[in-house]
């Protein structure tokens, strides 16, 4: 199973980016998929999660990010993204893309891609 995530970069107060997520090796219409962050010094924290299955395709946020940043995904190319808005720099973190089965305990992780919102 591979997760690989893309889209980070550095970007301005105010700006946004959209991080993508390719999904491979799984079912992917069997996970639900989320995105995490963990900026230097921190836990990593929930950032936003969209759901498979019965309410495919509904997402929940964390409150940092609700309004700023949304979620979708593309069943057909295994793809998760995140769309940021009104960057924050408290935004900067490490953002991880995580798959989370429906049926028993398994989880995934990819290796992340670092958003870094400064001027």
């Known amino acids: 199973v591979q997760l690989v995530e893309s889209g980070g970069g550095l970007v301005q107060p105010g700006g946004s980016l959209r991080l993508s997520c390719v999904a491979s090796?799984?079912?992917?219409?069997?996970?639900?998929m989320s995105w995490y962050r963990q900026a230097p010094g921190k836990e990593r924290e929930f950032v936003a999660r969209?759901?498979?299955?019965?309410?495919?395709?509904?997402?929940d946020y964390a409150d940092s990010v609700k309004g700023r940043f949304t979620n979708s995904k593309d069943n057909a190319k295994n793809t998760v993204s995140l769309e940021m808005n009104n960057l924050k720099p408290e935004d900067t973190a490490a953002y991880y893309c995580?798959?989370?089965?429906?049926?028993?305990?398994?989880?995934?992780w990819g290796r992340g891609t670092q958003v870094t919102v400064s001027s």
């Open positions: 995580n798959a989370q089965s429906m049926y028993v305990r398994r989880a995934y």
């Open positions: 090796g799984l079912t992917f219409s069997n996970y639900h």
């Open positions: 969209i759901i498979s299955g019965d309410g495919d395709g509904s997402s």
